[in-house]
């Protein structure tokens, strides 16, 4: 088994996925030659060619509505968007017509597309670079979004990603890109896209959180002392409700923690569904630690912005002491 | 084909199509059925708009030498940014500058030259790579450089950085990080000006809004919707594609269709366009001022592609596989600043003890950029929170618990977040 950090694991899982099938392939803006901004397909197009590891013109719309339109022929395009800010242009492509292509054409079509996008902050990169909108498209029906915060999941859950026929917004948390490093399978494997992990089992409070935020959470468990289970919600859209009415049903009181705004932020659903599943239980009202309702700063400002494990910490003690 | 420089004059419309100029006229004779004519074929709506004429000017020209203290001025203008960039580089890697960083080396004479073409209080709009663009405006190098460092001092108190340069004394509108995105932008600047002055005034036009693009947002489709607009109303927009051959890394043969000649794609908005070398400030500036006043004498839009070459990455992370070092020391060869100095040595302008004690003054205005934004503060936490709203509302808070935020006095329990008047 290999040690690999995210970005080898996402690398690992595109040439396992391409060489299994044919119909797989990659587009986006200085993907091949350059082997992407991040340089997490570094070394692709020189294995697979540049018919089916695509440079293409700096144009997220066309980008993305090409890949829309290579999908509904039965091709699994991979389209990469170089920031979570890039988004924008591509954006009505992606809601009004990725997501809805199925349910317009009453199934007559679906769009088994992967939409790579490195996401969130914590590199000291302003804003455009350092978003976090998952919300937006977990608020579009017809999208899934998947986030995973380890090797292992990246490459179980792209796998999963990639062989989904419909649409997935595969967000990549630029902060860990190579923060660590662990065990990843070499043989291809799958995780199931809706399915939270327990990263951690306890029993005074739990944690849900998802992206480079569980990261925060382990440590703020850590240093907390206190017998805590963290939910890693790996995928965002569809949400393992369960996981989470399972936990918080045990504890009693719960911790939403992500790096988006807090209002509208994918907190406030967690919250609800919380509150609509496990009210009798609640020991305390939900607390969320978030971002600000600002735009995202520019560096020296970024890690007050983004929540860390002393917030979290201070989230858990009055939680705790509700 | 080629108009000679030296020549001078009025704005001389030397097209490349083999038909110049004669709007809808092989059409004027198609039939019209019906009496219905949706398509324009039959009728010459606007006789005044030349279908976008092209006007290459020459590589390599002996354009003429402006007058000595404007000659100096650019000489001194380009060997500040190259000097600010080359700190700026330096402080990146020191990690003083955090993100993202795009110096703007070899191409300094495409701001020099635009900028010294046009009045100061026509708009000026541009994209990430602006550090240079500021400085030719009249930014000071502190306020760029404290804005790259993340400091209260900044142009945008530091919560922009790099890509965000603003300068509203100096009508720069920024400064933007979404590729193509700020040439609409310039678009309604240019609306701007021409409702200002010629509607809401009652005058003729006195403005006009230049913006700048690269070569990759050629693709982006906001690029094509702002010309169509500048083109469809007739706006004074100056729209200056600074084509330096590649789109972070991809040459423009492999990213851009017509790549070679992508005035071609003002053509299709009736706009008229000019290639201008780029790398001689002398040719920016003389060309630059003639398509600024002419465009402020029409009232119509003009498209420059604007020949360059950046001699750095894209970025400071860039390996620059795509292309050889054979061919940057080719462009390096060619280096504006040298090409100019040359000319003022030559012509008894600048003599070599002249030029050093210039270069020790930008170098020092450089260094002390640096020491300035070493010392600026950092923005105070509370500025996580302001200019989201004119009216500030609050309290933008990132937890339930808004004592979380520091500052406010601790209470037991929880305090929910219903009435923003009672936060913090």
């Not at chain 1, 017809?142 to 649409?167: E, Q």
């Not at chain 2, 004394?169 to 995105?181: R, S, W």
């Not at chain 2, 600047?189 to 009652?202: I, Q, T």
Request: net charge negative; hydrophobic share 40%; with cysteine.
């Amino acid at each position: 088994m290999a040690t690999l950090n995210l970005v080898q694991a996402i690398n690992l899982a595109l040439i396992q996925e391409m060489e299994k099938d044919d119909r797989v392939l990659l587009m986006g803006e200085d993907i091949g030659l350059n082997g992407g901004v991040f340089r997490v397909t570094e070394g692709l197009q020189a294995r697979f060619g540049k018919e089916r590891v695509v440079d293409t013109p700096l144009a997220e719309s066309g980008i993305i509505g090409t890949a829309i339109g290579l999908a509904m022929a039965g091709l699994r395009p991979i389209p990469e968007i170089q920031f979570e800010g890039f988004l924008g242009p591509a954006y009505d492509q992606i809601c009004s017509h990725a997501a809805r292509m199925r349910s317009r054409t009453r199934g007559a079509f679906t769009v088994p597309l992967t939409i790579r996008v490195p996401v969130g902050g914590g590199i000291h990169a302003p804003e455009l670079h350092s978003d976090s909108p998952e919300a937006i498209y977990a608020h579009t029906p017809g999208l899934k979004v998947v986030m995973p915060s380890s090797p292992y999941d990246a490459k179980g859950l792209l796998i999963s990603a990639i062989r989904d026929p419909d649409p997935v917004i595969y967000f990549e948390p630029k902060r860990i890109y190579r923060a660590f490093r662990e065990e990843v399978p070499e043989d291809e494997y799958t995780l199931p896209i809706g399915k939270a992990r327990t990263v951690s089992e306890g029993n005074e409070l739990t944690i849900v959180s998802w992206g480079a935020s569980v990261v925060q959470c382990m440590q703020a468990i850590e240093n907390s002392g206190r017998d805590i289970e963290l939910i890693d919600l790996r995928t965002i859209y569809p949400f393992d409700i369960d996981a989470v009415e399972a936990s918080v049903s045990k504890t009693g009181r719960c911790v939403v923690v992500h790096e988006a705004p807090l209002t509208c932020g994918f907190g406030a659903e967690i919250s609800a569904r919380i509150m609509e599943r496990c009210f009798l239980h609640l020991e305390a009202p939900v607390q969320r630690v978030a971002g600000f309702d600002t735009t995202m700063p520019y560096y020296k400002l970024e890690l007050d912005y983004l929540p860390d494990a002393a917030r979290v910490g201070r989230a858990i003690e009055d939680c705790l002491a509700y | 084909m080629l108009d000679s420089p030296a020549a001078g004059g009025g704005l001389v419309m030397n097209t490349l199509m083999s038909s110049p100029a004669q709007p809808a006229s092989s059409h004027a004779s198609s039939p019209v059925s019906g009496g219905f004519d949706v398509h324009g074929l039959g009728i010459d709506a606007r006789p005044d708009t030349a279908p976008g004429a092209v006007r290459v000017s020459p590589t390599n020209g002996q354009w003429p030498m402006v007058e000595p203290g404007l000659a100096l001025q650019f000489l001194r203008k380009m060997v500040l940014v190259r000097e600010f960039e080359v700190r700026c580089m330096q402080a990146y890697q020191d990690k003083k500058i955090g993100g993202f960083c795009h110096v703007y080396i070899g191409q300094e004479a495409v701001a020099v030259g635009c900028n010294a073409a046009l009045r100061p209080d026509d708009p000026m709009v541009t994209a990430y790579r602006d550090h240079g663009h500021a400085l030719a405006r009249g930014m000071s190098a502190r306020a760029c450089m404290a804005e790259m460092f993340g400091k209260v001092d900044g142009c945008a108190k530091g919560k922009g950085g790099s890509m965000h340069m603003f300068d509203r004394a100096n009508n720069l509108f920024g400064g933007h990080g979404i590729v193509g995105a700020q040439v609409p932008l310039g678009v309604g600047l240019a609306f701007a000006c021409k409702y200002e002055d010629e509607v809401m005034a009652g005058g003729a036009l006195k403005r006009v809004a230049m913006s700048f693009l690269g070569d990759g947002a050629l693709n982006q489709g906001s690029f094509h919707e702002g010309m169509n607009l500048a083109g469809l109303l007739d706006l004074p927009a100056i729209i200056v594609c600074e084509n330096n051959g590649y789109s972070m890394g991809t040459a423009i043969s492999r990213g851009t269709t017509m790549g070679h000649q992508i005035t071609a794609k003002a053509q299709a908005y009736g706009i008229d366009a000019y290639e201008v070398d780029g790398m001689d400030v002398l040719s920016v500036y003389h060309e630059m001022h003639r398509i600024v006043e002419h465009c402020r004498a029409t009232s119509r839009p003009a498209f420059v592609d604007m020949r360059t070459y950046r001699y750095k990455g894209h970025s400071m992370s860039d390996p620059r596989k795509y292309r050889t070092r054979e061919e940057e020391a080719h462009y390096e060869a060619d280096d504006p600043i040298g090409r100019l100095k040359a000319r003022l040595e030559e012509e008894g302008i600048l003599a070599e003890a002249g030029f050093k004690a210039m270069l020790k003054e930008v170098r020092a205005e450089a260094k002390d950029s640096v020491e300035f934004s070493d010392a600026s503060p950092a923005p105070d936490l509370a500025e996580l929170h302001t200019d989201v709203f004119v009216e500030p509302w609050g309290p933008y808070t990132g937890s339930s618990d808004p004592k979380m935020l520091g500052g406010a006095p601790r209470v037991p329990g929880f305090r929910a977040i219903s009435n923003p008047e009672t936060q913090l």
